[in-house]
């Protein structure tokens, strides 16, 4: 994966590594304990995939299992900018 002219644009190869997918990103920095953080490193070396590209990975997975909330929360803030 690489960082296109830092514009904040990730081009990242599907699995063949033949074709790239141009999504917009956010740098956000974290903390993670000693633990998570050497369990991560070793899914690195094991899968080849970076260490970013398995954070959100792990995160679209949580939002996923969170869906309906994220569907219920996104209407009440429809609402909200419409009763302005």
């Known amino acids: 994966m690489n960082l ?6 990730l081009l990242t190869p599907y699995t063949t590594g033949e074709y790239y997918n141009v999504m917009p990103m956010r740098k956000t920095a ?3 304990p000693e633990d998570q ?4 490193q070793l899914l690195v070396e094991l ?3 970076a260490q970013s590209e398995l954070i ?3 995160i679209e997975a949580y939002l996923e299992t ?3 909330e994220i569907a219920e929360a996104k209407k009440a803030q429809k609402g909200k900018h419409r009763g302005k």
């Open 30 to 32: 974290i903390f993670l």
């Open 56 to 58: 959100r990975r792990a």
């Open 47 to 49: 899968t080849g995939a």
């Open 66 to 68: 969170r869906a309906p």
């Open 37 to 40: 953080s050497e369990k991560l």
């Open 4 to 9: 296109k002219g830092g514009t904040g644009v």
